[in-house]
T-cell receptor, first 115, second 112 residues
Framework: DVKVTQSSRYLVKRTGEKVFLECVQD?????MFWYRQDPGLGLRLIYFSYDVKMKEKGDIPEGYSVSREKKERFSLILESASTNQTSMYLC??????????????FGEGSRLTVL | GDSVTQMEGPVTLSEEAFLTINCTYT??????LFWYVQYPGEGLQLLLK?????DKGSNKGFEATYRKETTSFHLEKGSVQVSDSAVYFC???????????FGTGTRLQVFP
């Protein structure tokens, strides 16, 4: 089975802190994604990576950056956390970039609270 | 731009009731459509999908038919169980990539 592992289930940080959210997948998938999930807003794409060191902004990239130094690992970075970044963060991976796919495999999520 | 609209929840049903969760979409062309499910404390997982008009996706007793004339992909199940209690997300695939656009999610609560 594909496994997507997010390093922390729950984090509490203070405003202005630098925050790292780590995600590892074990199925050699090319694509990795970071979404945030908020009540009434569903899932919104923050960043997308289609290969090592390749990244693309999603719909809400402001205040975030990402790093993909190895194929299996995709990190989300909050350079200076703010209270409006309190949310559930979901990492996902998928195999292909083209063709008829669309099956994303999700981690269990990291719930971040910024005080 | 492309978007997905789902009915607001929660949807509350008794066990063995019929379920419909509405989903409509706005998109250029004919994107692939998906239903994902999120059980309590877990990540999302693919429930079913349809890749072209009139396709029916099905899994675990759930079905959804891709209707291009009404731009809809409603999720149905004939007899729900308590174990179906979860949040259901409708999604579409854009730009022929895996960058899915998700709806806001619909919470289903099934009581014995």
């Amino acid at each position: 089975d594909v496994k997507v592992t997010q390093s922390s289930r729950y984090l509490v940080k203070r405003t202005g802190e630098k925050v790292f959210l780590e995600c590892v997948q074990d199925m050699d998938h090319e694509n990795m994604f970071w979404y945030r999930q908020d009540p009434g807003l569903g899932l919104r794409l923050i960043y997308f990576s289609y290969d090592v060191k390749m990244k693309e902004k999603g719909d809400i990239p402001e205040g975030y950056s990402v790093s993909r130094e190895k194929k299996e690992r995709f990190s989300l970075i909050l350079e200076s956390a703010s209270t409006n970044q309190t949310s559930m963060y979901l990492c996902a991976s998928s195999l292909s970039t083209t063709g008829d796919a669309g099956e994303l495999f999700f981690g269990e999520g990291s719930r971040l609270t910024v005080l | 731009g492309d978007s997905v609209t789902q009915m607001e929840g929660p949807v509350t049903l008794s066990e063995e009731a019929f379920l419909t969760i509405n989903c409509t979409y706005t998109a250029t062309g004919y994107p692939s459509l998906f239903w994902y499910v999120q059980y309590p404390g877990e990540g999302l997982q693919l429930l079913l999908k349809a890749t072209k008009a009139d396709d029916k996706g099905s899994n675990k007793g759930f079905e959804a038919t891709y209707r291009k004339e009404t731009t809809s992909f409603h999720l149905e199940k004939g007899s729900v169980q308590v174990s179906d209690s979860a949040v259901y997300f409708c999604a579409l695939r854009r730009d022929n990539t895996d960058k899915l656009i998700f709806g806001t999610g619909t919470r289903l609560q099934v009581f014995p």
